[in-house]
């Protein structure tokens, strides 16, 4: 699988809530480990593992019943939601590319019997994936209920480079991200949230800043450059909150 293909597969990806139930052939799912094993990470410097469990160890109030799910944990260092943010949305991206269902769960649980940590490792989040008998993907770009660029950047001339991160899917769909900065040196912040949603999406929308940000290194790659991302605190507009530089070189 190719960063171009993934990059392809941005314009037509969405969560699927409906699956087969039965499990993909071992050939399959190798391939699936494979390709997280070999997921590039945001911050480097940050340990994480994955591991797949099936539907019995799942604790869901709204259930979204699959044969696989995947599962992050993560040292808790700074950034590390982030960090898993840009790590899954690669994989959903995987899934989705390869005619698979796949729909991000961060409202569910391990259950009891599944430890919370592994290796001083704390869970963070899990993706449902698996076949469906539904359409993977996306027929038209209509189909996507997101916010206008005009509403997530300030950037001039940044059209084409932020569409593909526009597109990019957030919990409850709340597309917390705002660009600003210029072409060479893109700010990227999160919407400040007030006390009442602060609790609920708190950690929810770091790991969406990390799905966008693989979706901007991707549409980076895509116009032949690269970003360099630097964490160093920095000012943020009015109502949000710094996150990440990503400066940008010609590859
Ligand atoms: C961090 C995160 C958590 C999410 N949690 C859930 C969830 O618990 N249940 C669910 O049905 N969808 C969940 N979603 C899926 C979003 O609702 C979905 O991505 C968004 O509405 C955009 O739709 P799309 O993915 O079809 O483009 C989550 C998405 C993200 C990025």
């Not at 990059?7 to 391939?31: A, C, G, H, W």
Request: hydrophobic share 40%.
């Amino acid at each position: 699988m190719t960063n171009t293909q993934l990059f392809n597969t941005i314009s037509k990806r969405k969560s699927i809530r409906k699956y087969t139930q039965t499990p993909l052939t071992d050939e399959v799912l190798t391939k699936v480990k494979e390709y997280a094993n070999n997921a590039r990470p945001l911050d480097a410097s940050i340990g994480y593992a994955f591991s797949y469990i099936s539907e019995e160890h799942v604790k869901n109030l709204l259930p979204i019943k699959a044969p696989h799910y995947i599962c992050l944990f993560s040292e808790e260092k700074e950034g590390y939601l982030m960090n898993a943010g840009y790590l899954l949305q690669q994989i959903d991206l995987y899934l989705s590319a390869n005619h698979l269902g796949s729909c991000w769960l961060g409202m569910a649980k391990l259950s009891k019997d599944i430890p919370t940590m592994k290796n001083g490792m704390k869970f963070v989040i899990m993706l449902a994936f698996g076949n469906t008998e539904e359409r993977v993907h996306r027929t038209d770009a209509s189909e996507f209920r997101r916010k206008s660029i005009d509403a997530i950047s300030s950037i001039s001339s940044a059209e084409e480079l932020l569409e593909p991160v526009r597109l990019a899917p957030s919990a409850s769909n709340s597309q917390p991200w705002f660009f600003s900065g210029d072409m060479n040196e893109i700010t990227v912040s999160r919407e400040k949230l007030n006390f009442i949603k602060a609790p609920l999406y708190g950690k929810m929308n770091q790991i969406d800043i990390g799905i966008a940000l693989c979706h901007l290194m991707l549409s980076l790659e895509h116009q032949g450059k690269t970003g360099i991302v630097d964490f160093n605190k920095n000012t943020a507009p009015n109502g949000y909150e710094f996150m990440v530089k990503v400066k940008v070189k010609n590859a």
